[in-house]
């Protein structure tokens, strides 16, 4: 059951979620809610049949009405299909008479000729159908790159898993389990509201733990976390010198947060720049004890184990190994 519950925490499913819901509820709209209405369209995004059909009626009219600028109108209105469409009823006039059909298309070429004009470029309704199977096979391609994606961090966080083999997340798991929590009742101190532990170890690149401050009555008070804030160096695995602890407060319009620093990471003004704007910058000692407050809550954290990492990077860069106790006390 941890394993399951530490599986939904790691899991990107707000940034998931957001992006099906905005494809779903896109897709919906512009198919469903909204679909595109086309307006005073022209009979060139007919199919073939009907635009032969529409010049029948444009030549029938100028048989009644021999408006040649309205017969040019009408032809034009057919776009590139115009042509195809008149060999067809020359071919095939039907109850047509063929004379009237002949001397449509003598006017149609005599003043196309002598304007110097030609077919105007209209898109073909092959080709408007062709667009939004494209668009379709488009959103399919975005969905199924996103449940790949999902798939493949799935597989990269516990592939091994059905192997036998510990994965550093198991790892931490277990040292947090078995880390001693600090009975606060023997300070003289009231029992918090919420009590974890909480352990990073190198390896494990996605290291992002959050939890929710909930009363006995079950009302929501807020959340706390720590997690990656600035690493050191380049390969895999990711070498973290400094991690982030945060306090939200339902009642508090502004976060509280901390910087925790590796030795060399406090030293280096450098990464203290970059990490100022964060919040407060504190460097870590092991038994150290950080306090963040906001207007209704305090979080007490306690570094109750620190082990640096040993390699090419300078000393006390990067952590090894680090467990937080976070504890939670309305103010």
Not at 162 to 188: C, H, N, P, W, Y
Not at 301 to 320: H, I, M, Q, R
């Amino acid at each position: 059951m941890q394993f399951v519950v530490a599986l939904v925490k790691k899991l990107p499913f707000v940034h998931i979620g957001l992006f099906l819901g905005g494809l779903i509820l896109g897709l919906l709209w512009a198919w469903v809610i909204d679909p595109v209405d086309f307006v005073d369209a022209t009979p060139a995004y007919l199919r073939a049949d009907l635009q032969e059909d529409y010049l029948r009626m444009a030549i029938d009219s100028y048989r009644v009405f021999p408006s040649p600028d309205l017969a040019l109108q009408r032809w034009q209105n057919l776009g590139v299909g115009a042509q195809q469409a008149y060999l067809n009823i020359q071919a095939n006039p039907g109850n047509q008479d063929p004379a009237v059909v002949k001397n449509f298309g003598d006017l149609i070429t005599s003043i196309l000729a002598t304007t110097g004009g030609g077919q105007p470029t209209q898109q073909p309704s092959g080709q408007a159908s062709l667009m939004n199977t494209a668009l379709i096979a488009i959103g399919i391609i975005l969905v199924l790159g996103v449940l790949a994606a999902a798939g493949m961090y799935l597989f990269r966080l516990f592939g091994r898993r059905g192997s036998g083999e510990v994965t550093t997340m198991m790892q931490a798991q277990e040292i947090s389990r078995s880390a001693a929590k600090t009975d606060f009742s023997e300070l003289g101190l009231a029992p918090p509201i919420t009590q974890t532990m909480t352990t990073y170890l190198l390896g494990d690149d996605l290291y992002d733990e959050s939890f929710s401050i909930d009363t006995g009555a079950g009302e929501f008070m807020g959340e706390y976390g720590v997690g990656v804030s600035e690493i050191i160096g380049v390969g895999d695995p990711k070498k973290v010198t400094a991690l982030e602890i945060w306090l939200f407060d339902k009642n508090d319009i502004k976060t509280a947060t901390k910087v925790l620093m590796s030795q060399h990471a406090f030293s280096d003004i450098g990464i203290r720049s970059r990490l100022e704007p964060k919040g407060e910058l504190v460097q870590v000692e092991p038994q150290a004890q950080i306090l963040l407050e906001t207007a209704t809550l305090q979080l007490l954290a306690t570094v109750v184990d620190l082990e640096y990492g040993k390699g090419p990077l300078p000393d006390n860069s990067y952590f090894e190994r680090i467990t937080l106790e976070l504890a939670i006390w309305p103010k």
